[in-house]
């Protein structure tokens, strides 16, 4: 089995790669880069920062999470007088999804620092700068463990940045990625982690793990994450909950709401890697026990007619989280797409809220 995952492992790492390749290929021959230089430069970007966002990886886009949630809040429902500072700008920002990269007055075309430029002042009437060593200095730098929607993401060491995207939610952002590709949906991920964060608008008051909304018979299982070591972590268990985010994890939301009573679904630790795994498998379970793995609790149960997909990353490294869960689609489609394998349904919820 080791040697099937490592053949797959190197398969898929191998595949990842032809794939950037291919995007970068594609895409490069057709474009003049002496005149897209020239280009640059007239519009006061640096021919460092240019070779820069020349040299950024090719991404491929990916689709909004939060269209999935059926419980979620409707935002063509609401008006825009009811919409915060920081959805006017998320809205704004999905508008563009598509818009080509370049040096184009926008909405024609955008490059990353114009379409932050351009979804600041449609959607907050914010006037910033351009360029991105400019939008660096404005607002408040804050840890990517605690980021809210509107926040921006910086990729670069301060004073030399060289690419900005608008963080949306659910661990994703929009941005104008490169010459050759339009305006798209990310999730950040180590392969290309940003470097630093700022806050232009107010903070949101925190969201902290509750019950609210949570009816008789249900579980809800709070998702959170730690940016720093690439993992997730799930709990049925509202002091858990609060104790991780208290502890510098990121609050992502209920992930999905369990029955009260079911099959159960166990949770292992590997003191490793520092990874947690679930599993409604007794068999898996007690194979791991074997392996070294510390069998800590019934976390929650299974019953419902919404699937919960398990992934494997065989990319991960180090304390990198090597499976997810997700009821998502979306979020499942979209880390098959960067290279993770789908292990299928490991358990059934009762339903989805809005995370």
Known sequence: M???LQSMSLFLTLFFILSVSKALADTSGSIDWNAEKAKALAAGYSEKEFEAIKNMPSLPAE????????????????????????????????????KPYGLANPPQQFTCDRLVKWVYKQ?????????????????????????????????????ATYHVAVYIGNNQYIHAPNYGQNVQINTISSYFMPSFA?????????????????????????????????????????????????????????????????????RLYNKNSGEHFYTASSYEKDSLVKAGWRFENISWHSGGNVPVYRLFNPKAKGNEESHHYTLNTYER?????????????????LRAVKP
Not at 139 to 154: C, R
């Open 63 to 98: 689709e909004d999470v939060s269209k999935f949630y059926e419980d979620s809040e409707n935002y063509q429902n609401k008006t825009v007088k009811s919409l915060s500072l920081q959805e006017r700008v998320v809205e704004e920002a999905k508008k563009q999804l598509g």
């Open 2 to 4: 080791k040697k099937i």
């Open 198 to 266: 700022r806050r232009i608008l107010p903070a949101i008051p925190k969201k902290v793990p509750n019950t609210n909304g949570q009816k008789a018979g249900e579980q809800y299982i709070f998702r959170l994450y730690n940016p720093n070591a690439g993992q997730h972590h799930y709990t049925g268990v509202v002091y858990e909950a609060q104790s991780v985010q208290n502890a510098g994890w990121s609050y992502e939301g209920v992930a999905w709401v369990s029955p009260a009573k079911g099959k159960n679904v166990y």
């Open 333 to 349: 489609n979209n880390l098959i797409k960067n290279g993770w394998k789908a292990d299928g349904t490991v358990w059934y919820a």
């Open 123 to 159: 959607g907050a009437n914010i006037d910033l700068p351009g360029i991105t060593t400019n939008q660096e200095k404005c607002g408040t730098e804050i840890p990517l463990n605690q980021l809210q929607i509107g926040d921006l993401l910086f990729w670069g060491n301060r004073g």
